[in-house]
């Protein structure tokens, strides 16, 4: 069954790689969306795909790039996007 969520990701998540990182496991797991940074620091994902893949991506979003620090994570259910047909970096 396919899923989507909205994913905002706080803590030392901007200047460490984590939309590159976040667009690497996107991509191996067959997600689709986009990740950006927001202007209050965080990082704002938009993920959709099959529930497992999107549960994996969270556990990997979770950890963080090595020269992160994640300290929340919030989610929220949305509707899915018929028109996604990849997984992009926006600002």
Not at 19 to 48: H, S
């Given at each position: 069954?396919?899923?989507?969520?909205?994913?905002?990701?706080?803590?030392?998540?901007?200047?460490?790689?984590?939309?590159?990182?976040t667009?690497?496991?996107?991509?191996?797991?067959?997600i689709?969306?986009?990740?950006?940074?927001?202007d209050?620091g965080?990082?704002?994902?938009?993920?959709?795909g099959?529930?497992?893949?999107?549960?994996?991506?969270?556990?990997?979003?979770r950890?963080?790039?090595?020269?992160?620090?994640?300290t929340?994570?919030?989610?929220?259910?949305?509707?899915?996007?018929?028109?996604?047909?990849?997984?992009?970096?926006?600002?």
């Amino acid at each position: 069954m396919k899923i989507a969520y909205k994913i905002i990701v706080q803590g030392k998540v901007q200047g460490v790689g984590y939309r590159w990182f976040t667009l690497q496991i996107a991509q191996q797991l067959n997600i689709k969306g986009y990740v950006k940074n927001l202007d209050n620091g965080d990082v704002e994902i938009f993920a959709q795909g099959d529930e497992a893949s999107i549960h994996e991506m969270l556990v990997q979003l979770r950890k963080g790039p090595s020269f992160s620090n994640v300290t929340n994570i919030a989610i929220l259910d949305v509707d899915i996007d018929h028109n996604l047909n990849q997984f992009k970096v926006t600002h």
